[in-house]
T-cell receptor
Framework: QQQVKQSPQSLIVQKGGISIINCAYE??????FPWYQQFPGKGPALLIA?????SEKKEGRFTISFNKSAKQFSLHIMDSQPGDSATYFC???????????????FGQGTILTVHP | NAGVTQTPKFRVLKTGQSMTLLCAQD?????MYWYRQDPGMGLRLIHY???????AKGEVPDGYNVSRLKKQNFLLGLESAAPSQTSVYFC??????????????FGEGSWLTVV
């Protein structure tokens, strides 16, 4: 049972464009929503994360938008660059649950290709 | 500055064989995890550990065993490998307290093929 659904599976964007990846979750106990970036042959690396007490978080060209009522969150990559080409995973966990926050539930992943 | 190190990086097993994947972290993290990554399914938690000498089951624990005899090491064992265990395995670690406690650090993966 997939508790975090991610879309699209793949995304092609031109250099300088905006990349948008969406995720929806079911478990209302989730209270920590990170995004991971993974390059071929490498492990996932934390990109940016948000907790549900804020609706948006921005770090450089990367922004997470969070809609608690809709149980959705999204990653926006502004001014997309060829170096951003990678697989992106959204995830969710129960941050405040003591031993639970490393138990991430991942989305299926989105392969982003940015053309020069 | 090694971070999370996994060995071996690649392995081919025959059905029924056993093997152990080793994970070592040098960040003094309390928590360690083993995930598997399969196409179209993201990463799924196999087992995790909240401290030396303790382990717990994750989402997909069947067919795997783990041990954490030392704080810096977390071993994943396959007692009798099956083709369904062909996957990429990732070890990860994190702090239990502090402002950085939500950050999970992953190793570079171990590619396992069971034929």
């Amino acid at each position: 049972q997939q508790q975090v659904k991610q879309s699209p599976q793949s995304l092609i964007v031109q250099k300088g464009g905006i990349s948008i990846i969406n995720c929806a979750y079911e478990n209302t106990a989730f209270d920590y929503f990170p995004w991971y970036q993974q390059f071929p042959g490498k492990g996932p690396a934390l990109l940016i994360a948000i907790r549900p007490d804020v609706s948006e978080k921005k770090e450089g060209r990367f922004t997470i938008s969070f809609n608690k009522s809709a149980k959705q969150f999204s990653l926006h990559i502004m001014d997309s660059q060829p170096g951003d080409s990678a697989t992106y995973f959204c995830a969710a966990s129960i941050y405040a649950g003591g031993t639970s926050y490393g138990k991430l539930t991942f989305g299926q992943g989105t392969i982003l290709t940015v053309h020069p | 500055n090694a971070g999370v190190t996994q060995t071996p990086k690649f392995r081919v097993l025959k059905t029924g064989q056993s093997m152990t994947l080793l994970c070592a972290q040098d960040m003094n993290h309390e928590y360690m995890y083993w995930y598997r990554q399969d196409p179209g399914m993201g990463l799924r938690l196999i087992h995790y550990s909240v401290g030396e000498g303790t382990t717990a089951k994750g989402e997909v624990p069947d067919g795997y065993n783990v041990s954490r005899l030392k704080k810096q090491n977390f071993l994943l064992g396959l007692e009798s490998a099956a083709p369904s265990q062909t996957s990429v395995y990732f070890c990860a670690s994190s702090y239990s307290i502090g402002h950085d406690r939500g950050s999970i650090y992953f190793g570079e993966g171990s590619w396992l093929t069971v034929v």
